[in-house]
């Protein structure tokens, strides 16, 4: 990736529906460039997709993070556990006292709890603390 398909991002993510025509001029390439750069983007999987972010107020179902503390060597040790959960929309690394910040999409409190009951029982989590969204404010994906 050179300094243009930087750019192109950068464009496409302030908004992915911007013509290719104003993405040419931002970036100052010709449209035919621009075309042909984005379908490599897409093609070698550097864009995946294009999608609708609503905010959380307007989304059915509930979501929350889960601050997991764990007793692994390693994080890459307990992440495939995340991995067999549906729900699961992001596992991060982070640091502080707690290994791993969890983002969890469900149709119902009654999922997150099932989910965070299955936690629960993983011989490798030591604490986990539950954070309910209740609104969003600021999206900049």
């Keep these: 990736m050179d300094k243009f398909d930087q750019a192109i991002i950068a464009e496409l993510k302030k908004n992915a529906r911007a013509s290719v025509s104003y993405i040419a001029l931002q ?45 692994c ?3 890459a040790e307990v992440i495939p556990k995340f991995r067999n959960i549906p729900e699961v929309v992001t596992c991060h690394g982070i640091s502080g006292d707690m290994d791993l910040l969890v983002f969890v999409k469900a149709d119902s409190m009654r999922r997150i709890h099932e989910i965070r009951e299955s936690l629960d029982m993983m011989d490798d989590i030591v604490k986990i603390k539950t954070h309910v969204v209740m609104s969003e404010w600021i999206d900049n994906r």
Excluded: D
């Design 27 to 71: 970036v100052n390439l010709s449209r035919s460039s621009v075309s042909e750069r984005i379908k490599k983007l897409e093609l070698n999987g550097m864009i995946r997709g294009y999608q609708v972010l609503l905010t959380e107020s307007q989304k059915e179902g509930v979501s929350v993070y889960f601050e997991i503390q764990h007793q």
């Design 73 to 75: 060597a390693r994080c």
